[in-house]
């Protein structure tokens, strides 16, 4: 407190009036009041259930009737539950092909746009319209166009000698469509990112490296590619981070199935929260899920501090 | 160094906002009803929440003392998830529209109202309501709730393709074989004509279809005592047998993965039979000549019912009699049966389909509807309401996808599913 804001304190009598002068008069009490409607609205449908579901994941716990504390049973369960393993190995086989096959289409999109053309921002709309469409119609467009009898794509195949497919209704091709499906969702999204980080680069690296008898190739591998380092580890976490939590398509398309082939963790979570009724269960899941996400993007952070490059 | 003076007038201003906020925020989520009035949870759209309104206005039109107030608590199928998180944030209605298959797990909740005595009052006449609904409503032994709707599986055809295909119409005698001729001559692969369609996603919707099968064929789900899986069975085999070889030899079934394309297909001409109950009905196209039969038999032509029932939250012993008061106006034969012609579903209760406007009426607007009210008597069996179904149903659903993908033959699925269901129902004991 200064002086001068002591002397402001005139009004009314002095004492009283004058600690309430100066309490609103601190920095600290307006700070608080401006951020405490965002601060109420975090704590309430943010921070509660992150601690609520950490305590539902040590009970038995039907959401319903308050729950019976069992310890770690929830989580001993986890480490024998196949059905539990084998959601966990199709998330991994999910995002070990999701995040590299986006990040390249991606990359080569965005180098093919990222050029002075007629109708440009035509294409470009065009690329980013499937992440501003809801991914219920995505996945329901894609349920009819890889559908094994009247979809279009089959109709193609057999055009060209290839005989039908099964797609969805196939539990070994099912999660390579997810994947087809989601790919396309999340392609705009890459692209746009990639696009802005393309021309953020200088010309004259470019027209350097050109001088230098770089071939275009190289030139791109030599200077764009590690330029766009930074952009790339933003990627690949946010793009992990999001392929370990894949649930929309999944849900609206084959409902994990057939025989379980796309009862990916999370969906396996949603079964046991909503439809078995096993919060306790469930919400132990989530925070394994939650560990391994966390540990999968502090490891990729470390590698990206080694490999990528920063320009100063 | 010149720090920001910020007027007392805008401090004050702004503390009166944020309190206001953090008020609105706390009084949204504590705000209390008069007592005078009960809460009615359904999930309907359209038609069904045009007649729930219209009754519920009514009431409240003749009956001094209380009011009804109907609230669209959003689609069906989350009802149960609603009134469970409703019940944990203290929040829940006075009457809740709830599936059959949720009362096993209602059961367990104390704040349901036990009806048992309540039905039993001679001016409700229990007994009028056909024995598919009551048998639905039971768990653990005791009434848990009063019927809502009903309805079951018959045979839905095209006529159209049955002529092309020059087979004669399904009649009520038609036996597995019959069907599963004519499916056969109805599949057309050049075309991409499919006699039958299956859902396909190992939900509930592929598992009752096969329960349906199962009981037609003489077999059963679980032991009479509900403590062991008793569907490997000659039965089971051979309903899984049908299934398995109209799928992987005959290639007459569309499977359906689960998002409902197998209707757009029936209305496109490509599908000639489903085995599917009123809600579709609606549905069919104006232009589709249609029409519908009993499910084919084996040693019975029994079906299945998806009942569904209004349960009674205890709120105050008032209010669980102003809900009970609302309920038996609701379900009366006249009331219903207004409700029926509005909707098309099906009468709860026998003394319905006596009263004049049943004939006269409701027959003539919905005709399809004679054979799916007729095909209530071959209800006789229901699904064991026991906490451990949802995930029975899973691991049966399992079962009869892989069968129909020819991933697991008959044998081998019921097999696997059978230790899984015990393996289930010992876990859930």
């Known amino acids: ?61 039907s959401l319903d009737t308050s729950g019976i504390w069992i310890g770690l049973a929830n989580y001993r369960h986890l480490m024998h539950d196949p059905a539990f393993a084998a959601s966990v190995r199709r998330t991994i086989v999910y995002t070990a092909l999701f995040v590299p096959i986006t990040l390249f289409a991606a990359l080569a999109v965005a180098v093919t746009l990222n050029r002075r053309l007629h109708g440009m921002r035509f294409y470009r709309t065009a690329v980013f319209a499937p992440v501003v469409t809801s991914t219920v119609a995505t996945a329901i467009m894609f349920s009819w166009l890889l559908d094994p009898y009247f979809g279009i794509v089959n109709l193609f195949l057999n055009k060209v000698g290839v005989a039908s497919q099964s797609f969805f209704q196939d539990p070994s091709q099912a999660l390579y469509c997810i994947v087809l499906v989601t790919v396309w969702g999340w392609l705009g999204f890459a692209v746009v990112i990639y696009l802005a980080a393309l021309q953020g680069i200088p010309r004259e690296l470019l027209e350097a490296a050109e001088i230098d008898g770089a071939t275009r190739w190289r030139a791109f591998w030599r200077v764009q590619f590690p330029l766009l380092g930074p952009t790339t580890l933003f990627l690949v976490v946010w793009l992990s981070i999001n392929a370990l939590q894949e649930f929309d398509e999944i849900y609206v398309i084959t409902h994990g199935g057939p025989l379980a082939s796309t009862t990916v963790v999370v969906y396996y979570l949603f079964q046991q929260a909503f439809a078995f009724f096993d919060a306790g269960y469930a919400t132990a899941i989530a925070y394994v899920v939650f560990l391994g996400i966390l540990a999968l993007t502090v490891v990729q952070l470390l590698l990206g501090r080694k490999l990528v490059h920063y320009r100063s | ?110 704040q349901v109202v036990d009806l ?71 599949t057309n692969s050049s075309a991409k004509q499919f006699g ?11 598992v009752w279809r096969f329960l349906a099968l199962l009981w037609q064929a003489g077999g059963d789900l679980l032991t009479p005592d509900n403590t062991k899986a008793a569907f490997n069975s000659p039965a089971g085999l051979k309903a899984m047998t049908l299934l398995y070889d109209m799928a992987n030899q005959d290639h007459s079934i569309y499977l359906d993965s689960g998002n409902d394309n197998y209707l757009n297909l029936f209305n496109a001409g490509k599908i000639a039979m489903l085995w599917t109950g009123p809600w579709d009905i609606s549905s069919i196209n104006a232009g589709v000549e249609y029409g519908v039969q009993i499910l084919p038999g084996d040693v019975s ?93 899973a691991d049966l659903g399992q079962a009869v996808q892989a069968v129909l993908l020819g991933k697991l033959t008959p044998q081998q699925a019921l097999q696997q599913a059978e230790q899984q269901v015990n393996a289930d129902i010992a876990a859930g004991m």
């Open chain 1, 1 to 61: 407190m200064t002086g001068a804001e002591n002397g402001a304190g005139g009004r009314g009598g002095p004492g009283r009036a004058r600690l309430w002068d100066r309490l609103f008069a601190s920095d600290h009490v307006a700070g608080w009041l401006f951020v405490s409607p965002a601060v109420v609205l975090i704590g309430l449908f943010g921070v509660a259930p992150i601690v609520w579901s950490l305590i539902i994941s040590f009970q038995q716990n």
């Open chain 2, 301 to 393: 032509h029994a079906t299945i019912a998806g009942p569904d029932n209004y349960v009674i939250i205890a709120n105050g012993s008032q209010r669980v009699d102003d809900a009970w008061k609302f309920l038996s106006w609701y379900l009366s034969p006249k009331e219903h049966l207004k409700f029926a012609i509005a909707t098309g579903d099906l009468p709860i209760r026998e003394s319905e389909t006596k009263l004049p406007d049943y004939t006269n009426v409701f027959l003539k607007k919905y005709p399809a509807d004679a054979v799916f009210v007729a095909n209530l008597n071959n209800v006789t069996k229901a699904r064991p309401n026991i906490p451990a179904y949802p995930k029975i149903s």
């Open chain 2, 196 to 206: 039958w369609a299956y859902i396909n996603d190992g939900s509930e919707d592929t």
């Open chain 2, 1 to 110: 160094m010149n720090r920001l003076r910020i007027p007392f007038w805008v401090t004050a201003a702004f503390a009166a906002v944020a309190l206001l906020i953090l008020a609105l925020c706390l009084a949204g989520c504590g705000s209390s009803k008069p007592s005078s009035t009960i809460t009615f949870w359904q999930g309907y759209t359209d038609i069904e929440r045009t007649a729930i309104e219209q009754s519920v206005a009514d009431f409240n039109a003749t009956n001094p003392g209380f009011k009804v107030q109907a609230v669209f608590a959003g689609n069906n199928d989350y009802a149960l998830t609603k009134l469970r998180t409703a019940l944990a944030a203290g929040k829940a209605p006075d009457i809740s529209y709830q599936y059959g298959s949720s009362m096993a797990l209602l059961a367990k909740l104390p």
């Open chain 2, 116 to 186: 048992t005595a309540k039905v039993k009052e001679p001016a409700f006449d229990w007994n009028d309501f056909f024995p598919a609904v009551r048998l639905a409503t039971m768990a653990s032994g005791k009434v848990l709730g009063v019927p809502a709707l009903v309805d079951n599986l018959a045979l839905v055809y095209n006529k159209k393709l049955f002529d092309q295909a020059g087979v004669s119409y399904p009649t009520a005698q038609w036996t597995w074989d019959d069907f599963r001729t004519a499916a056969k001559k109805l």
